[in-house]
């Protein structure tokens, strides 16, 4: 009777597993299966009948060292946004958990989740209008200084780091606000009773106990910083060439679709690398 109780339980559990394994299937591997494919052909099958299977597409990462120059600035800004927006938004995050109730609350947090509801291109383009020369920004300190001031913030690296933070800070915040929101009010009234101040408490239970959530957020900024391409292009100019903006090149411009799944998959290899080499160290500052 006991061995068919858990056999019902375990088709029931595969039944409700399904629909999302069958997902991962159609979604990420299936799709990285077809890049992997791409990353070992001499060409494109469609393009030339006698293509073949090689490692060459590999090899150029290490024989030319602009792409590796260029994934080490890449991951240098994907650092610098990720430091940025858990500067930024844990403070955010701690105010919504722990300050800020009633209608109040849900206001802050409708604005935080706003740039969830609009394009990343049109975000993009407004930082745009807002960073170039002559601009909203510059046009207003104009207006409140009594001096000339020229920013030139369009087409520098500050402008692809503000661009960034913008479009990832709610992950930070988010994250943060949900192991914020977890922790329980006992704790907090038992270390004020016994005489711990704001900074004690913010630094021996509230900021221990969340780190959870303030390192998921962290990931999950970094991961697609580092990848990223359209506000490096938009809004770096000359300056916007990363890893990724070479990535996107050789599918759309160039055309060297081997090439570009190479590279593609060096970079999810490295990033991977970096968050195996990390995992020990998040596991201690968790315990």
């Known amino acids: 009777m006991a061995d068919l109780a858990a056999a019902m ?3 029931r559990l595969v ?3 399904s629909p999302a394994y069958l997902w991962l299937l159609v979604a990420v591997f ?3 299966s077809a890049m992997l494919f791409f990353s070992l052909l001499t060409d494109l099958p469609q393009d030339a009948p006698d ?3 090689t490692l060459d597409n590999y090899g150029q990462f290490l024989t030319n060292p602009t792409y590796a ?3 080490w600035k890449s991951l240098k800004l994907g650092v610098m946004v990720t430091l940025a927006c858990i500067l930024i938004g ?4 701690l105010v919504l958990a722990r300050t800020i109730r009633g209608r109040a609350r849900e206001t802050l947090f409708l604005l935080v989740i706003l740039p969830f509801w609009s394009n990343s291109l049109v975000r993009i383009f407004s930082w745009a209008i807002v960073l170039r020369g002559n601009g909203v920004l510059e046009r207003s300190l104009d207006w409140l200084l009594p001096f000339d001031i020229r920013l030139n913030l369009m087409f520098t690296t500050p402008a692809v780091v503000i661009g960034l933070v913008h479009s990832y800070l709610p992950y930070v915040i988010l994250t943060s606000y949900l192991a914020l929101q977890a922790i329980d009010d006992d704790i907090i009234e038992a270390a004020r009773s016994m005489g711990a101040s704001r900074w004690t408490i913010l630094r021996r239970l509230l900021l221990p106990l969340s780190l959870p959530g303030l390192l998921a957020g962290a990931v999950l900024v970094f991961v697609p910083v580092v990848g990223s391409f359209m506000e490096p292009r938009i809004l770096g100019g000359r300056m916007g060439t990363y890893y990724g903006t070479v990535i996107e090149d050789q599918f759309i411009a160039v055309y060297n679709w081997p090439l570009g799944a190479a590279l593609s998959f060096i970079l999810l290899a490295v990033v991977l690398l970096i968050i195996a080499l990390a995992s020990p160290v998040l596991k201690r500052a968790r315990t």
Do not use: I, S
């Open 51 to 53: 293509w073949g299977l």
């Open 15 to 17: 039944t409700l597993l």
């Open 30 to 32: 299936l799709p990285l």
């Open 69 to 71: 120059t260029l994934l």
């Open 90 to 93: 844990y403070p955010c995050a």
């Open 9 to 11: 339980d375990r088709r």
